[in-house]
């Protein structure tokens, strides 16, 4: 059988070899035909990208200067994948050999190893197992190989780091790699970094339009711009606010703002199935070490918008250097913006994750020594006026936090300290804010004596203002504590406000009362520079009120009491007299004190008495017909007080040069600057001034022939010092 078998498989060998054989030649065996590939095409849908036309431009930009690696930069949330995957769809016809796109996980915690991307990226390009095997070294060097001459774009999306990204860089002179991160990944070969703020208000509202329908939005406009500013111009925010809105037929942009208004649960609202702006930001602090994080915490709720390295380092409780290397990091990481060298920020809602960071992982005392070390820190930089100009915005902002959280001592000797430096002709404005703040501290407290002084100043600033109802209201509170108080200095000076205050509202015999109380009150306690400003009030009340024989007395009285150290103070009696000198019919005595009244503004440079120098002159020159110097010192008078932000004297200014007008006969001219005037005084919620104007409006429209001015008609007077 063994011996049968053999013959037979000889035999069947020998007839397959001559089966092999054509005309005595050998041929050759078939080669396995090389398996075609198709180019990959791994582009995501492209998003509909709004607002972001000049960074589109600006990779462009950069293409066409043959960069060959271009990383988009920026925080989270703030569209960066979209924006790379919006220019990879515009450009995908310029690389026809394929596009790869590969999500890196670098905001995860376990982002995807670069050997497992080329194994993937050589498998769509057509490798053989074989050549998908080897060490990261030896696959980026095939991967390398395979791309050198081919027309290739690559999107590396959220990459961790630059190691991560290396190895995945096609360097072929055709290719193109786009790399998204939310670090700044600054050092690949020969690439160039672009990144990404926030959306400025008209894209981010153009943005939120598309989301949602025109119809809505132009339907509630103010409710769309409030959403714009509460997402923060973040593009996720407002893809989330957009999206809750469109599955919400019936609700409108207000509604939803007003949801979100409430800082405490912004973050919370600002969620959508499982996309929300936390998540995006807790994913990125978790990235940080211990340090990085206390001073995010710490730093990043930071009660102003903008703060610099020595503000951050008290409230860290840290070494300066320390914090700076800190925040330097969390400015790679997109944790904070520094847009300066000096100065960092937060944008609104990283701001409110910060905080929500400090409560969670912060002890209350803890928070209370990081505010106290800022307010006390800022109490002694502001020692020096370049430190309050510095830190003016800062100083309100630490002040509200400190009444907030009870550290009503801290917040008052912070008052105390910036106080005095308000020297400012427009600083009014600022000083209300402090002491509104003062004032809430003070009533938490129960401290009657600091609250009485606190509402005076609040009043008073009212009053520069030209706020006359919130003026009115408040001095009638102070008088009310300081009744209550039983000081008699105190009520003295609470008393001579609400006289001011009722003297603006247009009740002069109330107002009279109330002064000459006032006055009665300080000549009890000898206080005789008080006395001069009271006699400086009510010699105004009786000028207005066209008495020149109760308002000389009164301020040649105060005149005698002048001390020989020239002031502001001598100023105003000296325009007081000589408004009162105008009345009366004397008036070369009128234009002499005035020209006293303008050498003090002169040398002490005070440009509040200036405006009203002005005014006063002007008045002067237009009862002598000279209406060409009258409007020029009324121009001159308006320029200052719009400067300042003194309403009152701004509405004045405009009374006055419609009134100049009006004398010229220059109908047109008139009515814009009394309608001006008025628009100014309903704006102040000052009726009794607007109701003055709007007579003198009148009066315009019913009779064109005008042809003088009347001081008692139209020159409110001269006020009392600021």
Not at 466 to 486: H, W
Not at 644 to 667: C, D, E, F, K, T
Not at 688 to 701: D, G, I, P
Request: glycine content about 8%; proline content about 4%.
């Amino acid at each position: 059988m063994i011996a049968a078998l053999t013959v037979v498989g000889i035999g069947l060998a020998l007839w397959q070899h001559r089966l092999g054989q054509t005309n005595g030649s050998p041929v050759a065996p078939a080669s396995r035909p090389a398996e075609t590939v198709a180019p990959p095409g791994e582009l995501p849908v492209a998003p509909r990208l709004i607002g972001r036309e000049a960074e589109l431009a600006a990779v462009a930009e950069l293409v066409a200067q043959r960069v060959p690696v271009v990383v988009i930069s920026a925080a989270a949330g703030t569209g960066k994948s979209a924006l790379a995957v919006s220019y990879a769809h515009r450009v995908r016809e310029r690389f026809p050999d394929g596009q790869l796109y590969v999500t890196l996980g670098g905001s995860g915690p376990l982002p995807v190893g670069a050997r497992d991307v080329l194994i993937r990226f050589l498998r769509a390009l057509g490798g053989e197992v074989e050549e998908r095997r080897g060490t990261l070294d030896e696959l980026s060097a095939r991967f390398r190989s395979v791309v050198a001459d081919l027309r290739l774009l690559l999107v590396l999306d959220d990459a961790h780091e630059a190691a991560q990204v290396r190895p995945l860089i096609a360097a072929g002179a055709g290719c193109l790699t786009i790399v998204t991160s939310r670090r700044l990944i600054g050092d690949l070969p020969g690439s160039a970094v672009l990144t990404l703020d926030a959306l400025l208000p008209g894209p981010a509202l153009e943005l939120l339009t598309a989301t949602v329908g025109a119809d809505r939005i132009t339907a509630d406009s103010s409710g769309a711009r409030r959403l714009v500013e509460v997402c923060a111009g973040l593009p996720l925010a407002l893809h989330i606010v957009g999206s809750r809105l469109r599955a919400r037929p019936g609700w409108t942009p207000s509604a939803l703002a007003d949801q979100l208004t409430d800082e405490s649960r912004r973050l919370d609202e600002l969620r959508l199935a499982d996309r929300t702006v936390r998540s995006a930001f807790q994913s990125a602090y978790e990235e940080l070490n211990d340090l990085d994080r206390l001073v995010f915490r710490r730093a990043g709720s930071h009660p102003g918008v903008f703060f610099g390295i020595e503000s951050a380092a008290h409230r860290c409780g840290l070494d300066v250097s320390v914090v700076r290397d800190s925040l330097d990091r969390l400015v790679d990481a997109f944790l904070v913006e520094a847009p300066t060298p000096s100065s960092y920020r937060l944008h609104d809602l990283l701001r409110l994750f910060a905080g929500e960071m400090a409560e969670r992982q912060e002890t209350p005392g803890d928070r209370a020594a990081c505010l106290i070390r800022q307010v006390d820190w800022l109490r002694g930089r502001v020692g020096s006026g370049e430190g309050l100009v510095v830190e003016r915005d800062n100083v309100l902002a630490a002040l509200r936090a400190a009444v907030a959280a009870g550290l009503t001592e801290q917040a008052w000797a912070l008052v105390e300290a910036v106080h005095p430096l308000l020297t400012a002709p427009d600083d009014h404005s600022y000083r209300l804010h402090l002491w509104r703040s003062a004032e809430q501290a003070a009533a938490a407290t129960g401290n009657d004596r600091r609250r009485v002084r606190a509402l005076r100043w609040v009043s008073h600033s009212y009053g520069l203002s030209g706020e006359v109802e919130p003026e009115l209201a408040t001095a009638r509170e102070a008088v009310a504590v300081a009744e209550r108080l039983g000081d008699n200095r105190e009520l003295a000076q609470t008393v001579r406000r609400l006289g001011e205050a009722l003297r603006a509202n247009g009740r002069p015999d109330e107002a009279e009362t109330s002064l000459l109380r006032a006055l009665r009150l300080f000549q009890r306690s000898h206080e005789v520079e008080e006395e001069i400003e009271v006699r400086s009030a009510l010699g105004i009340l009786y000028n207005t009120l066209g008495r020149p024989e109760r308002s000389i007395p009164v301020l040649k009285r105060a005149a005698a009491l002048l001390t020989a150290e020239e002031s502001a103070q001598h100023g105003y009696v000296f325009l007081g007299l000589a408004a009162g000198h105008k009345i009366a019919g004397r008036r070369a005595e009128a234009v002499a004190l005035t020209r006293r009244a303008f050498a003090v503004a002169d040398r002490l440079d005070d440009e509040f008495l200036r405006g009203y120098c002005f005014q006063e002159r002007g008045w002067l020159a237009a009862e002598d017909g000279r209406h060409q110097d009258a409007e020029q010192d009324f121009r001159a008078m308006l320029e200052i007080f719009t400067r300042i932000r003194h309403g009152a004297g701004a509405g004045g200014a405009h009374h006055a040069l419609g009134a100049v007008a009006a004398a010229q006969g220059r109908q047109e001219h008139a009515s814009t600057a009394y309608r001006a005037a008025i628009a100014l005084y309903e704006r102040l919620g000052n009726v009794e001034l607007a109701n003055r104007v709007r007579s003198s409006l009148v009066a315009l429209t019913s009779s064109a022939d005008g042809d003088h001015v009347r001081a008692g008609e139209t020159d409110p007077g001269t006020p009392g010092p600021p």
